[in-house]
T-cell receptor
Framework: DAGITQSPRYKITETGRQVTLMCHQT?????MFWYRQDLGHGLRLIYY???????DKGEVPDGYVVSRSKTENFPLTLESATRSQTSVYFC??????????????????FGPGTRLTVL | QQPVQSPQAVILREGEDAVINCSSS?????VHWYRQKHGEAPVFLMI?????EQKGHDKISASFNEKKQQSSLYLTASQLSYSGTYFC?????????FGTGTSLTVIP
């Protein structure tokens, strides 16, 4: 199916464990993004990627690692999960990114989200 | 860095109008508007670019004042389906920042 998917949709883990959230898009969009959404904070950008092997930090990158070896995949890893990383995580993709990074803006298409609970 | 949205919440009756404001402390290249229903992903509504170009929804309008770094979303003749949380997203050139959201509820 065309679109953007995330897995798992729900995850419960313990403090200190490593967790990887997956994101896959079938549009061949150049840009991909990871956001976290928390009550009172709205959506905050964690990392984004302009192309395979090109990533950049967003507003709240600490505690997260990303990679992008293939255009269609953009996994997000929490190397040592903390309770403060309990959140809903959204992946998004777009043909274009921030103005200075690549040109005219375009819409971002969001995945369904992953609800992560760190105990 | 995070833009400020106002109001935080609004309740409307069907057919009424609403305005949602978004204000940034940084210079902006573009403003994006999204709507999110409970438990779902945000969905694109509109992009406003410097110079006045707009791309998006044909029943929702918006404005972008580049000098004031402000944008407003205008919802006219609201329908029940307009209910949700509205977010503005701001492109400062090298980052995206989203506002904290405006909860809009349309009642019959």
């Amino acid at each position: 199916d065309a679109g953007i998917t995330q897995s798992p949709r729900y995850k419960i883990t313990e403090t200190g464990r490593q967790v990887t959230l997956m994101c896959h898009q079938t549009w061949s969009h150049s840009y991909m993004f990871w956001y976290r959404q928390d009550l009172g904070h709205g959506l905050r950008l964690i990392y984004y990627s302009a192309a395979a092997d090109i990533t950049d930090k967003g507003e709240v990158p600490d505690g997260y690692v990303v990679s992008r070896s293939k255009t269609e995949n953009f996994p997000l890893t929490l190397e040592s999960a903390t309770r403060s990383q309990t959140s809903v995580y959204f992946c998004a993709s777009s043909e274009w990114g921030p103005q200075l990074a690549g040109g005219p803006p375009d819409t971002q298409y969001f995945g369904p989200g992953t609800r992560l609970t760190v105990l | 860095q995070q833009p400020v949205q106002s109001p935080q919440a609004v309740i409307l009756r069907e057919g009424e109008d609403a305005v949602i404001n978004c204000s940034s402390s940084k210079a902006l290249y573009s403003v994006h508007w999204y709507r999110q229903k409970h438990g779902e992903a945000p969905v694109f509504l509109m992009i406003l670019l410097k110079g006045g170009e707009q791309k998006g929804h044909d029943k929702i309008s918006a404005s972008f004042n580049e000098k004031k770094q402000q944008s407003s979303l205008y919802l006219t003749a609201s329908q029940l389906s307009y209910s949700g949380t509205y977010f503005c997203g701001t492109d400062t050139g090298n980052q995206f920042y989203f506002g904290t959201g405006t909860s809009l509820t349309v009642i019959p």
